[in-house]
Protein backbone atom coordinates (compact mmCIF):
# COMPACT_ATOMS: atom_id res chain seq x y z
CA UNK A 1 0.00 0.00 0.00
CA UNK A 2 1.28 3.72 -1.37
CA UNK A 3 1.33 5.86 1.72
CA UNK A 4 -0.79 9.02 0.53
CA UNK A 5 -1.15 12.57 2.13
CA UNK A 6 -3.55 14.97 2.42
CA UNK A 7 -2.84 17.90 -0.17
CA UNK A 8 -4.40 21.21 -0.98
CA UNK A 9 -4.22 22.73 -4.34
CA UNK A 10 -5.52 26.89 -4.13
CA UNK A 11 -5.84 29.33 -6.49
CA UNK A 12 -4.86 33.39 -5.83
CA UNK A 13 -8.76 33.86 -6.13
CA UNK A 14 -9.09 31.81 -3.06
CA UNK A 15 -10.54 28.71 -4.88
CA UNK A 16 -9.49 25.70 -2.70
CA UNK A 17 -9.22 22.07 -3.73
CA UNK A 18 -8.65 18.79 -1.50
CA UNK A 19 -6.60 16.07 -2.61
CA UNK A 20 -4.02 13.76 -2.35
CA UNK A 21 -0.22 14.33 -2.68
CA UNK A 22 1.61 11.94 -4.87
CA UNK A 23 5.33 12.46 -6.23
CA UNK A 24 7.71 14.53 -3.95
CA UNK A 25 5.97 15.97 -0.66
CA UNK A 26 6.36 20.06 -0.27
CA UNK A 27 5.13 23.08 -1.96
CA UNK A 28 4.92 24.30 -5.51
CA UNK A 29 4.01 27.43 -6.47
CA UNK A 30 2.88 28.52 -10.83
CA UNK A 31 0.68 29.47 -12.94
CA UNK A 32 -2.59 26.43 -12.63
CA UNK A 33 -2.95 25.30 -16.51
CA UNK A 34 -4.77 22.16 -18.17
CA UNK A 35 -4.04 20.49 -21.40
CA UNK A 36 -6.43 18.56 -22.63
CA UNK A 37 -4.37 15.51 -24.29
CA UNK A 38 -5.25 11.90 -23.59
CA UNK A 39 -1.40 10.70 -23.55
CA UNK A 40 2.08 11.89 -23.14
CA UNK A 41 1.90 12.85 -19.77
CA UNK A 42 5.78 12.85 -19.79
CA UNK A 43 6.73 14.35 -23.03
CA UNK A 44 4.36 17.00 -21.70
CA UNK A 45 5.97 17.27 -18.14
CA UNK A 46 9.68 17.60 -19.79
CA UNK A 47 8.68 20.29 -22.06
CA UNK A 48 10.40 23.79 -21.02
CA UNK A 49 7.91 26.14 -22.52
CA UNK A 50 5.30 24.32 -19.12
CA UNK A 51 8.63 26.23 -16.93
CA UNK A 52 6.86 28.35 -14.32
CA UNK A 53 3.46 26.64 -14.62
CA UNK A 54 1.87 24.17 -12.63
CA UNK A 55 -0.09 21.46 -14.92
CA UNK A 56 -3.61 20.12 -14.70
CA UNK A 57 -4.63 16.70 -17.15
CA UNK A 58 -7.79 16.88 -18.08
CA UNK A 59 -7.90 12.50 -18.82
CA UNK A 60 -9.28 11.21 -15.63
CA UNK A 61 -6.60 8.05 -15.35
CA UNK A 62 -2.95 9.13 -15.61
CA UNK A 63 0.01 7.15 -15.31
CA UNK A 64 -1.18 3.62 -16.70
CA UNK A 65 1.48 3.54 -18.86
CA UNK A 66 4.31 4.45 -16.24
CA UNK A 67 7.56 6.57 -17.41
CA UNK A 68 10.60 5.89 -19.36
CA UNK A 69 14.04 6.70 -20.24
CA UNK A 70 13.34 7.23 -23.73
CA UNK A 71 9.84 9.71 -23.92
CA UNK A 72 11.37 13.02 -22.36
CA UNK A 73 11.88 16.34 -23.99
CA UNK A 74 14.57 17.54 -21.85
CA UNK A 75 17.05 17.18 -19.67
CA UNK A 76 14.23 16.75 -16.80
CA UNK A 77 10.89 17.81 -16.01
CA UNK A 78 10.11 21.29 -16.40
CA UNK A 79 6.58 21.70 -14.77
CA UNK A 80 6.56 23.68 -11.56
CA UNK A 81 3.59 20.58 -9.94
CA UNK A 82 1.31 18.13 -11.54
CA UNK A 83 -2.33 17.91 -11.32
CA UNK A 84 -4.35 14.91 -12.04
CA UNK A 85 -7.70 13.25 -11.40
CA UNK A 86 -6.33 9.52 -10.63
CA UNK A 87 -3.05 8.68 -10.61
CA UNK A 88 -2.31 5.19 -11.68
CA UNK A 89 -0.45 2.81 -9.20
CA UNK A 90 0.24 0.08 -11.61
CA UNK A 91 0.93 0.58 -14.99
CA UNK A 92 1.08 -1.85 -18.16
CA UNK A 93 3.54 -0.76 -20.92
CA UNK A 94 6.81 -2.90 -21.94
CA UNK A 95 8.51 0.14 -22.09
CA UNK A 96 7.35 1.07 -18.49
CA UNK A 97 10.58 1.78 -16.19
CA UNK A 98 8.79 3.15 -13.28
CA UNK A 99 5.34 4.75 -12.09
CA UNK A 100 4.55 7.93 -12.59
CA UNK A 101 4.72 8.79 -8.21
CA UNK A 102 8.29 7.17 -8.55
CA UNK A 103 9.09 9.36 -11.52
CA UNK A 104 7.88 12.24 -9.87
CA UNK A 105 9.58 12.00 -6.67
CA UNK A 106 12.76 10.99 -8.33
CA UNK A 107 12.67 15.10 -9.85
CA UNK A 108 11.31 16.35 -7.23
CA UNK A 109 7.87 17.12 -8.68
CA UNK A 110 5.19 17.85 -6.18
CA UNK A 111 1.55 16.37 -7.28
CA UNK A 112 -1.83 16.26 -6.15
CA UNK A 113 -4.59 13.69 -7.08
CA UNK A 114 -8.10 13.30 -6.20
CA UNK A 115 -9.44 16.46 -7.17
CA UNK A 116 -12.26 16.78 -9.40
CA UNK A 117 -10.35 18.44 -12.06
CA UNK A 118 -13.45 19.22 -14.62
CA UNK A 119 -14.22 21.71 -11.70
CA UNK A 120 -11.11 22.97 -11.79
CA UNK A 121 -10.70 22.71 -15.98
CA UNK A 122 -13.90 24.88 -16.21
CA UNK A 123 -12.98 27.49 -13.37
CA UNK A 124 -10.01 28.16 -15.31
CA UNK A 125 -11.45 28.07 -18.29
CA UNK A 126 -14.21 30.91 -16.73
CA UNK A 127 -11.96 33.03 -14.89
CA UNK A 128 -8.73 32.41 -16.66
CA UNK A 129 -5.24 31.01 -15.75
CA UNK A 130 -4.35 32.36 -12.75
CA UNK A 131 -1.04 31.57 -10.12
CA UNK A 132 -1.69 29.18 -7.64
CA UNK A 133 -0.23 26.82 -5.17
CA UNK A 134 -0.01 22.61 -4.34
CA UNK A 135 1.23 21.67 -0.85
CA UNK A 136 1.24 18.49 0.91
CA UNK A 137 3.04 20.37 4.12
CA UNK A 138 1.04 23.57 4.72
CA UNK A 139 -2.79 22.57 4.33
CA UNK A 140 -3.72 26.01 6.16
CA UNK A 141 -5.81 27.69 3.26
CA UNK A 142 -5.73 31.30 4.26
CA UNK A 143 -1.53 30.59 4.28
CA UNK A 144 -1.41 28.97 1.10
CA UNK A 145 -3.87 31.47 -0.21
CA UNK A 146 -1.31 34.47 1.01
CA UNK A 147 1.72 32.38 -0.68
CA UNK A 148 -0.27 32.16 -4.23
CA UNK A 149 -0.69 35.66 -4.29
CA UNK A 150 3.16 36.43 -4.00
CA UNK A 151 3.96 33.73 -6.98
CA UNK A 152 5.58 36.25 -9.23
CA UNK A 153 3.44 35.10 -12.55
CA UNK A 154 4.39 35.20 -16.49
CA UNK A 155 3.76 38.28 -17.70
CA UNK A 156 7.11 40.00 -18.54
CA UNK A 157 9.16 37.23 -17.01
CA UNK A 158 12.46 35.48 -18.33
CA UNK A 159 11.84 32.31 -17.91
CA UNK A 160 14.28 31.46 -20.87
CA UNK A 161 17.02 31.99 -18.97
CA UNK A 162 15.83 29.27 -16.85
CA UNK A 163 15.75 26.62 -19.38
CA UNK A 164 18.27 27.28 -22.15
CA UNK A 165 21.30 26.01 -22.79
CA UNK A 166 24.61 26.95 -21.50
CA UNK A 167 26.71 26.67 -23.67
CA UNK A 168 26.13 25.52 -27.60
CA UNK A 169 26.02 22.09 -28.67
CA UNK A 170 26.06 19.69 -31.89
CA UNK A 171 22.77 17.56 -32.29
CA UNK A 172 22.70 14.21 -34.56
CA UNK A 173 19.71 12.27 -33.22
CA UNK A 174 17.29 11.27 -35.48
CA UNK A 175 13.46 9.85 -34.60
CA UNK A 176 12.61 6.64 -32.81
CA UNK A 177 11.90 3.93 -34.24
CA UNK A 178 11.04 0.50 -32.70
CA UNK A 179 13.49 -1.84 -34.43
CA UNK A 180 16.24 0.62 -34.27
CA UNK A 181 15.43 2.74 -31.12
CA UNK A 182 17.11 6.40 -31.84
CA UNK A 183 19.29 7.04 -35.14
CA UNK A 184 22.06 9.16 -35.04
CA UNK A 185 23.16 10.59 -38.38
CA UNK A 186 26.16 11.64 -40.09
CA UNK A 187 26.70 15.59 -41.66
CA UNK A 188 27.97 13.27 -44.98
CA UNK A 189 25.92 9.82 -44.51
CA UNK A 190 24.94 8.39 -47.78
CA UNK A 191 25.91 11.67 -49.83
CA UNK A 192 22.70 13.44 -48.83
CA UNK A 193 22.29 16.88 -49.11
CA UNK A 194 21.97 18.28 -46.00
CA UNK A 195 21.44 22.17 -44.45
CA UNK A 196 23.36 23.64 -41.93
CA UNK A 197 20.94 24.88 -39.25
CA UNK A 198 21.41 27.35 -36.20
CA UNK A 199 18.73 26.42 -33.63
CA UNK A 200 18.36 29.37 -31.29
CA UNK A 201 17.72 27.05 -27.98
CA UNK A 202 14.55 28.95 -26.13
CA UNK A 203 13.53 26.02 -24.26
CA UNK A 204 13.91 23.28 -26.99
CA UNK A 205 11.75 20.14 -27.23
CA UNK A 206 14.12 17.57 -28.36
CA UNK A 207 11.80 16.22 -31.07
CA UNK A 208 12.00 19.61 -32.92
CA UNK A 209 15.68 18.60 -33.39
CA UNK A 210 15.20 14.99 -34.06
CA UNK A 211 12.18 16.23 -37.02
CA UNK A 212 15.49 18.76 -38.07
CA UNK A 213 17.67 16.29 -38.41
CA UNK A 214 15.67 13.45 -40.33
CA UNK A 215 14.29 16.58 -42.50
CA UNK A 216 17.86 16.67 -43.77
CA UNK A 217 19.86 19.29 -41.14
CA UNK A 218 22.84 19.42 -39.41
CA UNK A 219 21.52 20.70 -36.33
CA UNK A 220 24.18 23.62 -34.13
CA UNK A 221 21.75 24.46 -30.90
CA UNK A 222 22.77 27.76 -29.65
CA UNK A 223 21.85 29.39 -26.43
CA UNK A 224 19.30 31.63 -26.33
CA UNK A 225 21.20 35.15 -25.60
CA UNK A 226 23.65 34.19 -28.71
CA UNK A 227 24.44 37.51 -30.71
CA UNK A 228 22.97 37.66 -34.25
CA UNK A 229 26.60 37.99 -35.40
CA UNK A 230 27.82 35.15 -33.74
CA UNK A 231 25.11 33.19 -35.33
CA UNK A 232 26.60 34.06 -38.73
CA UNK A 233 29.54 33.55 -38.14
CA UNK A 234 28.68 30.10 -38.28
CA UNK A 235 27.62 30.26 -41.76
CA UNK A 236 24.24 28.46 -41.36
CA UNK A 237 22.17 27.78 -44.18
CA UNK A 238 18.55 28.64 -42.35
CA UNK A 239 17.65 29.54 -38.51
CA UNK A 240 15.37 27.70 -36.40
CA UNK A 241 13.55 29.65 -33.53
CA UNK A 242 12.57 27.01 -30.44
CA UNK A 243 9.33 26.80 -28.76
CA UNK A 244 9.80 28.04 -24.94
CA UNK A 245 8.29 29.22 -21.59
CA UNK A 246 6.35 32.39 -20.66
CA UNK A 247 6.10 36.00 -21.93
CA UNK A 248 7.95 36.66 -25.40
CA UNK A 249 7.95 40.46 -24.05
CA UNK A 250 9.84 39.02 -21.88
CA UNK A 251 13.00 38.04 -23.56
CA UNK A 252 13.50 41.43 -25.39
CA UNK A 253 17.34 40.48 -26.36
CA UNK A 254 16.28 37.13 -28.31
CA UNK A 255 13.65 39.64 -30.71
CA UNK A 256 16.33 42.49 -31.20
CA UNK A 257 19.28 39.44 -32.49
CA UNK A 258 15.86 37.99 -34.52
CA UNK A 259 15.69 41.22 -36.25
CA UNK A 260 19.11 41.59 -37.37
CA UNK A 261 19.17 38.22 -38.73
CA UNK A 262 15.76 38.68 -40.94
CA UNK A 263 17.44 39.89 -44.10
CA UNK A 264 20.63 37.10 -43.51
CA UNK A 265 19.02 33.76 -43.55
CA UNK A 266 15.66 31.44 -43.74
CA UNK A 267 14.20 31.85 -40.70
CA UNK A 268 11.61 29.36 -39.22
CA UNK A 269 9.92 29.97 -36.14
CA UNK A 270 7.85 27.66 -33.67
CA UNK A 271 5.50 28.39 -30.63
CA UNK A 272 7.45 31.12 -28.75
CA UNK A 273 9.83 31.45 -31.64
CA UNK A 274 6.78 32.00 -33.63
CA UNK A 275 5.71 35.15 -31.32
CA UNK A 276 9.34 36.05 -31.31
CA UNK A 277 9.30 36.81 -34.71
CA UNK A 278 6.43 38.88 -34.54
CA UNK A 279 7.65 40.94 -32.14
CA UNK A 280 11.05 41.33 -34.57
CA UNK A 281 8.40 42.18 -37.47
CA UNK A 282 7.18 45.35 -35.14
CA UNK A 283 4.10 43.30 -34.00
CA UNK A 284 2.83 42.76 -30.50
CA UNK A 285 2.01 39.98 -28.26
CA UNK A 286 -1.25 39.51 -25.88
CA UNK A 287 -1.87 37.11 -22.85
CA UNK A 288 -4.97 34.64 -23.76
CA UNK A 289 -7.27 34.12 -20.80
CA UNK A 290 -6.50 30.21 -20.56
CA UNK A 291 -3.89 29.33 -23.24
CA UNK A 292 -4.23 26.75 -25.92
CA UNK A 293 -2.72 23.47 -24.31
CA UNK A 294 -2.99 19.82 -25.70
CA UNK A 295 -3.17 17.64 -28.90
CA UNK A 296 -6.33 18.27 -30.31
CA UNK A 297 -7.00 22.05 -31.45
CA UNK A 298 -8.08 22.36 -35.44
CA UNK A 299 -5.89 25.21 -37.45
CA UNK A 300 -6.81 26.26 -41.04
CA UNK A 301 -4.05 26.99 -43.75
CA UNK A 302 -5.91 30.04 -45.01
CA UNK A 303 -3.85 29.57 -48.48
CA UNK A 304 -5.32 25.79 -49.08
CA UNK A 305 -8.58 25.99 -46.39
CA UNK A 306 -7.08 23.02 -44.97
CA UNK A 307 -7.95 21.87 -41.49
CA UNK A 308 -4.54 20.62 -39.22
CA UNK A 309 -5.49 19.33 -35.96
CA UNK A 310 -2.53 20.68 -33.79
CA UNK A 311 -0.47 20.52 -30.94
CA UNK A 312 -0.08 23.47 -28.66
CA UNK A 313 1.25 24.60 -25.65
CA UNK A 314 1.30 28.53 -25.47
CA UNK A 315 -0.33 31.54 -22.85
CA UNK A 316 0.34 33.91 -25.39
CA UNK A 317 -0.24 35.21 -28.70
CA UNK A 318 0.49 37.40 -31.84
CA UNK A 319 -1.87 40.73 -31.71
CA UNK A 320 -2.73 40.51 -35.88
CA UNK A 321 -4.05 44.18 -35.86
CA UNK A 322 -0.39 45.36 -35.17
CA UNK A 323 1.27 43.40 -37.53
CA UNK A 324 2.74 45.19 -40.55
CA UNK A 325 1.87 44.92 -44.02
CA UNK A 326 4.42 42.68 -45.68
CA UNK A 327 3.39 40.31 -42.93
CA UNK A 328 0.69 37.65 -44.30
CA UNK A 329 -1.03 35.65 -41.46
CA UNK A 330 -0.74 32.09 -42.72
CA UNK A 331 -2.80 29.84 -40.45
CA UNK A 332 -5.94 30.72 -37.91
CA UNK A 333 -7.13 28.89 -34.54
CA UNK A 334 -11.01 27.51 -35.45
CA UNK A 335 -11.60 28.05 -31.76
CA UNK A 336 -10.90 31.64 -31.34
CA UNK A 337 -9.72 32.92 -34.74
CA UNK A 338 -6.18 33.95 -33.03
CA UNK A 339 -2.90 34.13 -34.99
CA UNK A 340 -1.72 30.82 -35.18
CA UNK A 341 0.62 31.05 -38.63
CA UNK A 342 2.70 34.08 -40.42
CA UNK A 343 4.69 34.73 -43.28
CA UNK A 344 7.10 36.75 -45.00
CA UNK A 345 5.85 38.52 -48.16
CA UNK A 346 9.29 38.38 -49.21
CA UNK A 347 12.15 36.91 -47.36
CA UNK A 348 12.15 33.10 -46.68
CA UNK A 349 10.61 33.51 -43.32
CA UNK A 350 7.69 31.74 -41.72
CA UNK A 351 6.45 30.37 -38.34
CA UNK A 352 3.66 28.94 -36.84
CA UNK A 353 2.12 28.76 -33.08
CA UNK A 354 1.53 24.91 -32.66
CA UNK A 355 3.57 22.02 -32.94
CA UNK A 356 4.58 20.53 -35.86
CA UNK A 357 6.91 18.60 -34.35
CA UNK A 358 4.03 16.88 -31.76
CA UNK A 359 5.44 14.25 -29.41
CA UNK A 360 2.83 14.34 -28.36
CA UNK A 361 0.24 14.99 -30.47
CA UNK A 362 -0.81 14.45 -34.04
CA UNK A 363 1.70 14.91 -36.94
CA UNK A 364 -0.70 16.67 -39.60
CA UNK A 365 1.54 19.56 -39.74
CA UNK A 366 4.92 17.52 -39.64
CA UNK A 367 5.88 18.87 -43.37
CA UNK A 368 6.68 22.11 -42.35
CA UNK A 369 10.15 20.57 -41.96
CA UNK A 370 10.16 19.78 -45.39
CA UNK A 371 8.92 23.41 -46.20
CA UNK A 372 11.95 25.02 -44.51
CA UNK A 373 13.97 22.75 -46.45
CA UNK A 374 13.11 24.03 -49.51
CA UNK A 375 12.84 27.54 -48.51
CA UNK A 376 16.84 26.77 -47.16
CA UNK A 377 17.15 25.23 -51.06
CA UNK A 378 15.95 28.24 -52.94
CA UNK A 379 18.20 30.52 -51.05
CA UNK A 380 20.93 28.61 -51.66
CA UNK A 381 20.55 28.45 -55.39
Known amino acids: MIEQKKAKLVLADGTVFEGRGFGARGE??????????????QEIMTDPSYKGQIVTMTYPLIGNYGANEEDHESIMPQVEGFVVKENSLYPSNWRSKKTLDAYLKEN?????????????????RDV????????????DSKSLLRKAKKSPGLIGRDLVKE????????WSQGEWSLKKGYKEFSPLEDNEERFNVVAYDLGIKYNILRKLVEAGC???????DTEAEKVLELNPDGIFLSNGPGDPEGVPYVAQNVKKLLEKKPIFG?????QILGLAFGGKTFKLKFGHRGGNQPVMDLSTEKVEI??????FAVDSESLP???????????????????????PIFSVQYHPEASPGPHDASYLFKRFMESMRKSKK
Do not use: W
Open 28 to 41: AVGEVVFNTSMMGY
Open 108 to 124: NIVGIEGIDTRSLTRHI
Open 128 to 139: GAQEGIISSEDL
Open 163 to 170: VTCKKGYQ
Open 218 to 224: NVTVVPA
Open 270 to 274: ICLGH
Open 310 to 315: TSQNHG
Open 325 to 347: DDIRITHINLNDRTVEGLMHQEL
